[in-house]
């Protein structure tokens, strides 16, 4: 329980009134909810040592920037019951055995031609006890429940192809961004806390996934035939390697993407984190990769500094020209 209480003396300024989460028995008492946890002293990141308790800890003190941009997103479950070095699985159906106040969403799957009832994050108890299965991802839908045909954003995923490497997607996603300065459009792009970045253009405003995902298509398809030594938008991984797939497919209704500030599987505990445009050309300029990568205790540092990078995310509304 140590490691879930530290939170305590180092969370962000900003959160502390509102992080309420207490030893019980059998259990944490967050925001007035119990909520069952155990094996908090499990590894699930072998190689840091760090543990689930630690996880849990974690999503804690990065909750009050991270929960705005899971609030009313249906969730894909990544769990790692065993840790990163372990099989995996993805869930989608929240468990049966969910606390009453867990919020879900049945979303119509046109792939099985049956409802699956999504978990939701909506609050603090719910993200302690998505940490405590060992959901060490966090994958959302573009779109929120109340309006789930509207997606509120345009994500463009940008994956190297090794030798290919972030640097090469700190290239694209400069280059991403300056073509959509032209068509008048605002775009902010975050680590994977994997291999690669990820631009997002916010919109909410209304459209559909069949304008989002043509629009992002046409883009990719246009940055391939100006670079085609750097830059593949056809979907065929043999052809990726050295180049950066710029993958516009993620902008489909079905389709879910990991969260900002996820943690992800890496063999340290990385996660998705949001940059400064000025970050992303000083590690280009730079060729420093390092730059680009962040271990979750960096990112409640930079969040205790800069606040919320991706907020505007959430509310900028823009529309999509026609190109």
């Keep these: 329980m140590k490691a879930v209480m530290e939170h305590r003396k180092s969370a962000p300024r900003r959160s502390r009134k509102a992080v309420q989460a207490t ?14 946890v155990s094996h908090l002293d499990k590894v699930l ?25 899971l609030r009313d997103r249906p969730l894909t479950l990544k769990r790692y019951p065993n840790g990163v070095t372990e099989p995996f699985f993805y869930q989608k159906r929240c468990p049966d055995e969910r606390p009453e106040w867990v919020a879900t969403a049945a979303i119509w799957g046109e792939q099985k031609g049956e409802e699956v009832c999504y978990c939701v ?6 993200l302690v006890w998505l940490a405590n299965l060992a959901d060490l991802e966090l994958h959302t839908f573009l779109a929120r429940r109340t309006n789930i045909e509207c997606p509120t954003m345009v994500m463009f995923d ?11 997607c700190a290239e694209v996603a400069l280059w991403l961004r300056r073509v959509l300065e032209k068509l008048g459009l605002e775009c902010f792009v975050k ?31 246009s940055f391939e035939e ?10 065929s991984k043999d052809l990726r390697k050295g180049r950066v797939f710029v993958d516009w497919s993620q902008n489909d209704r079905h389709k879910t993407t990991v969260c ?25 300029k730079s060729k420093d990769a390092a ?12 969040v205790e500094k800069h606040g919320d990078l991706f907020a505007p995310v959430l509310e900028l509304k823009q529309k999509l020209p026609n190109i």
């Design 23 to 36: 030893p019980a028995r059998d259990g944490l008492v967050v925001d007035g909810k119990r909520v069952p």
């Design 45 to 69: 990141y072998p190689e840091a040592g760090f543990t689930k308790g630690q996880v849990i800890d974690y999503y804690i003190r990065i909750a009050p920037v991270l929960l705005p941009h």
């Design 121 to 126: 994050a909506n609050n603090l108890p719910t």
């Design 158 to 168: 940008l994956d190297p192809g090794a030798p290919a490497a972030v640097l090469e």
């Design 191 to 221: 680590t994977s806390g994997s291999k690669g970045l990820q631009v997002s253009i916010p919109l909410n405003t209304p459209t559909t996934y069949d304008a989002t995902k043509t629009f992002a298509k046409k883009l990719a398809d």
């Design 226 to 235: 100006q670079n085609p030594g750097l830059v593949v938008a056809k979907m």
């Design 260 to 284: 900002v500030y996820s943690l992800r599987s890496m063999s340290h505990p990385r996660a998705s984190t949001p940059l400064a445009w000025n970050e992303v050309e000083a590690a280009f």
């Design 291 to 302: 730059k680009l990568s962040f271990l979750s205790e960096e990112v409640l540092k930079r």
